[in-house]
């Protein structure tokens, strides 16, 4: 079993920078791949970045050069530094373990960016 927790959202300005922290625990592989979604109102769900046990990145289009996901060695915290925000990354940031047919999420943290 994996809990995951984050935190760091908050209210910000446009153009300013927030750093999300994921606190994973329990039976976290450095097999699976973590990263960090979102959910604006209204909206489906979408991933916003990945990073895989090797350490290889994967960012969507929309925060590429804006947003850098981070982990620690052991798997126990993963980030999300994100700058240069804009008013629609303003959503729920959730983060999310998948090892093979195994998914985890947290409780989401809200981050909201005002222009």
């Known amino acids: 079993q994996v809990q995951l927790v984050e935190s760091g959202g908050g209210l910000v300005q446009a153009g300013g920078s927030l750093k999300l922290t994921c606190s994973g625990s329990?039976?976290?592989?450095?097999?699976?791949?973590m990263g960090w979604y979102r959910q604006a109102p209204g909206k489906q769900r979408e991933l916003v970045a990945t990073?895989?046990?090797?350490?290889?990145?994967n960012y969507t289009e929309s925060v590429k050069g804006r947003f850098r996901i981070s982990r620690t060695t052991n798997w126990k915290n993963i980030f999300l530094q994100m700058n240069s925000l804009k008013p629609e990354d303003t959503a729920v940031y959730y983060c999310?373990?998948?090892?093979?047919?195994?998914?985890?999420w947290g409780q989401g943290t809200q981050v909201t960016v005002s222009s």
């Open positions: 329990g039976s976290i592989s450095s097999l699976s791949i």
């Open positions: 990073v895989t046990g090797r350490g290889a990145t």
């Open positions: 999310n373990y998948r090892r093979l047919s195994y998914e985890a």
